[in-house]
Each structure stands twice: as structure tokens, then as C-alpha cells.
């Protein structure tokens, strides 16, 4: 019996959630899991539903997630910290948290997965710092080793399954980066097809890059560990170094039966494409204006009038009836700087 999406074919439940149209929300199925954090909130808004938790899974340590200050774009996790005494074992040492969900079983064997997310680094990736992990599950990294972006599945039987980025584009600092990592395990290694893809890109990018591929050992992604727990952003188990910078939008697809949560390079494109609105910071501009404000005696009517000159002088607005309050407007002088006020009354 399947457990999870029939992938084909499935358009995302709201285009609201990712800021994007009808259209290019059904260029891509539906995500199992998903975290866009809308309102500084930890809901699961892909088809399993649930809520996340900002939390911290080693003992003793109070290091957890944030909203809070110092974040250029609301809604988004910041986890900007000290790194002193991370990424050791010794006792107190600073040991970040993550945001933790509980999927359940549905993604304890799957045939293929696809993961994709957004991270902004305030520092260099280093030992093996961490985005999305499942304990020995499946872990999406940035390795010091290699200096490169890793996506590694872990198999009591199979061992260590793991594919690598051709270069260091994840170590770019202060810059919202998309990636995205795909497994097939329906695709055999003796097919001449590779069953595994990862692929970034910037805000400012043409498109979605297809940085490397690779086929590896055929295998279910299955959880020999039996930790049902998924962590997005710091994990410092062993000697790893924790992730450092903000974490947006990350998805899950998988499916149970076929390949298709190993999404194609179009959905992908179109999951890039749709997000990006979310990263890019709106312009704007500031103009000048007046605020006029005076007593308002009961009784008497109120005549706001503007003058450029301080010799012609035209109404603006409508008469205003004091009610024995304050009587306050605002007026644009965007279009004209040098722009005066009075106010006559009368009974």
C-alpha cells in the first residue's frame, strides 16, 4: 500500500504560500514537507501537515533557532550566533539547535527523494556543517573536507552513498542561495542515466544550474536508524561544525513506489523561479510630507489651505466640524517641496 504522494500530475495546495501565480504553482507537485516560515511560523504547510519546533537535542544546551533581530527579510529563521565552542565535544560547549519535525513513518523507505531550500551563510561552510538531516538518514551538507555541497545517504547494508557538487558555490557569504538534490533509485547504476543530481542557483541567476550527477548504488533511502526526527539548520553531533545563517523554504518530496519524488530539472526551474519574489528585497522610496494638526473646538468649522507662494492660497480637503479634539492630516509634498499651510476657522 503507498504511503506517501502520488507525485504526477499534483499542483501545489496554495500558490499563496510561495508568492507565486496559479500557473507557475502547478509546474510543480505537491512537497511532503515544507517550511517557508510565512509569519514567523513553524507549520508544515506540504501534505503531512504538523508544526515544526525550534529546539535544541543534545542535553544541556539552550542554543535553539530564531526569528529575531538581524533578519533582512521577516519570516525567515536566523541563526546567526558566537561560534565559540561549537563543533567540539567538550562539555558546555555552545551547541546550536535546529527546527524539528516529526514526518512519521512515511519517509522511513522511500524510492526516490527530492530535497530543495534556501540558505544564507554568515559564515564559511566548515566540518561538515549541516541543513537538512535526519540522523544517519540522509544528510544535505557543506563539507570542509572538499569544500563542497554534499548530499549523502547512509544504509546499514549499502554504507556511505554520496554525491558532491563540482564546486564551491554554497560558500558564497551574505547571499540567498537555491539548491536542490534529487535521488532515483528506480534508475539502475547500469542505466546510462545517472540516478542522482544536485543543483543551485542565486537570486540573480539565468537559471537553475545542474552543477554535478552521479549513480549511485542502488537502494531504498531508508532509516536504519530509527530516529523519526528531521532537522533543519544546526546539528552538531560528533565533530561537525553547525550552519550559520538563515534557512528558508525547504522542501520534501519523496515517493514510496516510483521515481517520482526525484524531481526533473523543469520542476525544479519552476520551484526556483516561484520562490524567488520571496528573497528579493522590495524597493522603496521615501518622500516628504506635512502633518497638520490643531485643536478643534466644538462648535466651529475647519479649513485646511495650501499655498505655494504664501500669497495664493487654495483649499484642501473638505470643511472639517471640530468635535472638541485633536484634529490631525497628513499632505504629500512630493510634488511640490516648497508647499505652505494654514488653517482659518469659523463658528
Known sequence: MRRKLLLIGMGICSASILGASAAQAQEFPQPLIEFTFEGESLANTGSLGGEGVFDNPLDGHDRVP??????????????????????????????AGALLYEPGPVLDEVES??????????????????????????????RSATGRFALQFTDEDIGVRRLESETAWHQERDQWTFFAVTF???ISIFDEEPNARVYYAYLNSDDVILDNVASLDNGTVRNDQNVDAIAIGNVTQFFHRPFDGRIANVRVFASDSDGSGALSEAEIQAIWEADRPDFI????????????????ETGRVYQIESSTDLESWQPVGEMIEGQGEAIQRLFSTQDEPRRFFRVLGSD
Open 66 to 95: 530564531e526569528f529575531g533581530p538581524g533578519v533582512l527579510l521577516p519570516g525567515k529563521i536566523s541563526m546567526v550566533q558566537d561560534t565559540a565552542g561549537m563543533g567540539t565535544q567538550a562539555p558546555g560547549g555552545d551547541r
Open 184 to 186: 532515483d533509485n528506480t
Open 281 to 296: 528585497p522590495v524597493e522603496t522610496e521615501i518622500f516628504t510630507a506635512v502633518e497638520v494638526a490643531f485643536d478643534g
Open 113 to 142: 527523494i527530492t530535497i530543495t531550500g534556501w540558505f544564507n551563510t554568515s559564515e564559511l561552510f566548515d566540518h561538515n556543517a549541516m541543513l537538512v538531516t535526519r540522523s544517519e538518514h540522509f544528510w544535505i551538507i557543506g
